[in-house]
């Protein structure tokens, strides 16, 4: 049980007196980073082509650095209240969203293993920019944004709605306006939905426009209301971050002197 309770104090975040557990979080970020940085390079012919055995093997060592770290994850989270029963409580661990990042980070490596055809998963190896998932533990502004999305996700899910809404009218309506001018740009209700979509997000590429009066000027309406409903999540967002800020601020704030706390 000290084993375990050491190894979990170890893996988690450490506390700033614990001088094991920061080298250890040090040396997790190093490769985090590490990887994220040789997944791009790799990308480089010439890079691939000289430096691509060095490349397979860091993965391949990442891989087992990382395969290490969730499975003592898994074995040492009993030690929380949470997670206190032996196979319930991982059971409820390994479905936390960070347990489900770490798994994500190494999963690719071990699927073609399975005897199965994935070499989809060989090919696209950008799969393993998953792990700078794996920021989010130690990286206080993610874990901020990360409660902000918690708090706000009610006021996200109806703007997104409203932009479902949008975007099912204006399709729509383009469709019928233009589907008799131009019965092959706009062929259909889900083709007239790409150009809603680069309407209402205000990019506008060019491959798909109305050349209808009746056309335009719908298309120059969605283009307006684009610009109004694309603000909205983003100040539902300002709002949720400041809210945030404030609130660590007043937790480092003594409530009687009002001097700040270390």
Same mark, same amino acid.
């Given at each position: 049980?000290?084993?375990?309770?050491?190894?979990?104090?170890?893996?988690?975040?450490?506390?700033?007196?614990?001088?094991?557990?920061?080298?250890?979080?040090?040396?997790?970020?190093?490769?985090?980073?590490?990887?994220?940085?040789?997944?791009?390079?790799?990308?480089?012919?010439?890079?691939?082509?000289?430096?691509?055995?060095?490349?397979?093997?860091?993965?391949?060592?990442?891989?087992?650095?990382?395969?290490?770290e969730?499975?003592?994850?898994?074995?040492?989270c009993?030690?929380?209240?949470?997670?206190?029963?032996?196979?319930?409580?991982?059971?409820?661990?390994v479905?936390?969203?960070?347990? +489900?990042?770490?798994? &994500?980070?190494i999963?690719? !490596?071990? #699927? =073609?293993f399975?005897?199965?055809?994935?070499? *989809? @998963?060989?090919?696209?190896?950008?799969?393993?920019?998953?792990?700078?998932?794996?920021l989010a533990?130690?990286?206080?502004?993610?874990?901020?944004?990360?409660?902000?999305?918690?708090?706000?996700?009610?006021?996200?899910?109806?703007?997104?709605?409203?932009?479902?809404v949008?975007?099912?009218?204006?399709?729509?309506?383009?469709?019928?306006?233009?589907?008799?001018?131009?019965?092959?740009?706009?062929?259909?209700?889900?083709?007239?939905?790409?150009?809603?979509?680069?309407?209402?997000?205000?990019?506008?590429?060019?491959d798909?426009?109305?050349?209808?009066?009746?056309?335009?000027?719908?298309g120059? +309406?969605?283009?307006? &209301?684009?610009?109004?409903? !694309?603000? #909205? =999540?983003?100040?539902?967002?300002?709002?949720g *971050? @400041?809210?945030?800020?404030?609130?660590?601020?007043?937790?480092?704030?003594?409530?009687?002197?009002?001097?700040?706390?270390?």
């Open positions: 049980m000290r084993l375990k309770k050491k190894v979990w104090q170890i893996l988690e975040i450490a506390q700033p007196n614990d001088k094991l557990s920061r080298a250890f979080d040090a040396f997790l970020l190093a490769l985090i980073s590490l990887n994220v940085l040789a997944t791009i390079v790799g990308t480089v012919d010439r890079v691939q082509h000289r430096f691509g055995v060095y490349l397979d093997w860091f993965e391949l060592v990442s891989v087992l650095v990382f395969s290490v969730y499975l003592g994850r898994v074995w040492a009993t030690v929380e209240s949470a997670y206190s029963r032996p196979f319930r409580g991982r059971v409820r661990f479905f936390t969203p960070l347990a +489900i990042i770490d798994l &994500l980070a999963v690719p !490596f071990y #699927l =073609p399975l005897g199965a055809d994935f070499r *989809f @998963l060989r090919t696209f190896r950008l799969v393993r920019l998953l792990r700078m998932l794996k533990r130690y990286m206080n502004s993610l874990r901020l944004m990360g409660r902000v999305f918690r708090s706000k996700k009610e006021e996200l899910l109806a703007a997104l709605g409203l932009l479902a949008l975007l099912i009218i204006t399709s729509s309506a383009m469709y019928y306006v233009e589907h008799s001018v131009q019965p092959e740009t706009f062929s259909d209700i889900p083709t007239s939905m790409w150009w809603a979509v680069s309407t209402l997000t205000t990019v506008g590429y060019g798909i426009y109305p050349v209808s009066p009746l056309g335009r000027l719908l120059s +309406i969605v283009a307006i &209301l684009g610009i109004g409903v !694309f603000a #909205l =999540p983003t100040a539902i967002l300002g709002s *971050f @400041l809210e945030e800020v404030q609130k660590r601020k007043r937790k480092r704030t003594c409530p009687h002197c009002g001097k700040h706390l270390d």
